[in-house]
């Protein structure tokens, strides 16, 4: 910024000084001058011109610099506290509206940053420079552009704040269409198959047209002050004409003098226009602040533990009384008492929306209970950092996302630190070695966007990999089988015994067989526990709930 400043300051003495060497090149000729001082005032004058371009060139160069290394550091300030905000807030924004928060807003600011400041202070300094330069040939022309000029500024400093609310209005109408698009492009597969494509351009088109109202009232501010500015500059024009008229005629002012001065009015609308031109941009700039400082001030609803350590080795899960809702007075968890040891895999079964995934959440602490306390190897989630939590579980979830990038990147989720062999170890031990010497390019094979060409099986096998790789200490599955073929889920059971040994696990699932690998279950039923116990024990007891549920599984099955 500071060479921003000194390649301003450069434009405006060559912009200052050009018309003066003309006007004296002017009376010299029509003087009858001597032609070697003509010939080297118009070298001047060239001279002056290619300075100029050569200013703007190094000027666009250095703002550009300037304006994009400022909304980089933002953007990416953006992303990393949209990655720490919790899942309430990202629950109640589409994905679209954030990428536009994170770009459309922050774009909107490029210029802003790059060239509000000093294209504002050097151009209020050639304003008064000109002015000055006006007072100085005739004061009388002088007085009558200052108040030309200070009537256009004031005009032009009411219309923004009068423009800045439609501004933000426009911003936000430009985050809702986004925020549309993302969702239903997302969900493309079940509006074609339902055929709801014609509902959705409806819609498409309806906020397109309120998106349309709202950017036309805020443009016409801008068009406003553009009209306001111009015809004052024409009034002024005029009057600084009549006047040095009147003069040249009375003999007082020369016809360099006269050029001199209209030159003046000429060069007092540049920096009008771009002082103008800045406060519009500021209008879209105040309302994108006023979003993006809004959405840097969302304080997360977790607070980060002071970082008591957890255990090392397999973590014992405790849940002590847990009560938990996603709104206060709508319970999903009541009173949930829960306490695994090490080692030991949990399976968790219920009807759909009895709570099951609701209690991973807890574990993750992707939201904290409402009433009891959860715990991990003995200590209270509260009490330790959020990463250092997350860092000692693995997650595979009912919608594996598989991301467009490489094999290996699925894999380690960017990290370039995990070696190769570790991840030829691990695809070995999940049974997929033949399934990587099939594709063209082994672990750089290229993924096609949301793990479109996988089948449900081998993406819920490569997050089993993902999550090997990481060897945590807690393995969390949500309903690992739900969707597979008896050949894949054959594939899939093997690559989750590997996951659960020598690990805590805890197993979601509405298919029974799934559990063979668990110590204990816990029924849940309306977000309470039916029955909690030993798998063997619960199994054989015929009047136990599970017992049941073993029983109408196998009778669907004989049928
Ligand atoms: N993010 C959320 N915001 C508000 N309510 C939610 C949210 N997620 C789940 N719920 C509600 O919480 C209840 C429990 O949902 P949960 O997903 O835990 O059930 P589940 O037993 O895992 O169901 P399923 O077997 O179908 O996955 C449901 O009534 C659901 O509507």
Known sequence: MGLLGVIMCGTICVQVVTPLVASHFIDQATSGGDLHALFVLALLTIGLALAGQGLAVAETYVAENVGWAATNALRADLVAHLLRLDATFHTAHTSGELIERVDGDVSTLARFFSRFVIYVLGNGVLLVGVLGLLYHVDWRVGLGMSVF??????????????????????????????????????????????????????????????????????????????????????????????????????????????????????????????IRNEVQDLQQAD????????????????????????????????????????????????????????GRVLGVVGRTGSGKTTLTRLLLRFYDPLAGVVRLGGVDLREVRIAAVRARIGLVSQEVHLFHASVRDNLTLFDDDVPDEQIHTVLDTLGLTSWLQELPQGLDSTLLPDGAGLSAGQAQILAC????????????????????????DQL???????????????IIAHRLATLAYADD???????????????????????????????????????
């Open 465 to 488: 990999a993902r999550i090997l790789l990481r060897d945590p200490d807690l393995v969390i599955l949500d309903e690992p089988s739900s969707r597979l073929d008896p050949m894949m």
């Open 287 to 342: 309302a994108s602040i006023a979003r993006v400082e809004a959405l840097l001030n969302t304080v997360p609803r977790m607070v980060d533990g002071p970082g008591v350590a957890l255990p090392s080795g397999p973590l014992a899960v405790e849940l002590d009384g847990v009560s938990f809702g996603y709104a206060e007075d709508a319970p999903v968890l009541s009173d949930i008492n829960v306490s695994l040891a090490p």
């Open 149 to 274: 000029a200070v009537l256009t500024l004031i005009a032009i400093l009411r219309i923004r704040a009068a423009a800045t609310p439609s501004w933000a209005a426009e911003r936000q109408a430009s985050a809702d269409f986004y925020g549309f698009l993302g969702e239903y492009l997302a969900g493309l597969q079940d509006i074609r198959s339902s055929g709801a494509g014609a509902f959705v351009l409806r819609r498409c088109a309806e906020m397109m047209r309120l998106w349309l109202a709202v950017r036309r009232k805020a443009q016409m501010w801008g068009y406003s002050m553009n009209a306001t500015s111009l015809g004052l500059f024409a009034l002024g024009t005029a009057v600084a004409f009549a006047l040095s008229a009147m003069q040249f005629k009375l003999g007082t002012l020369t016809i360099g003098t006269v050029y001199l001065i209209f030159q003046c009015t000429e060069m007092l609308r540049q920096p009008t226009e771009q």
């Open 492 to 506: 899939v059971q093997t690559a989750l015994r590997r996951l659960l040994e020598g690990r805590t696990g805890i």
């Open 521 to 559: 279950i816990l029924v849940l039923e309306n977000g309470q526990v039916r029955e909690y116990g030993s798998r063997l024990a619960l199994a054989t007891d015929p009047t136990s709930r599970f017992a049941g549920l073993l029983r109408v599984e196998t009778s669907e099955v004989a049928l």
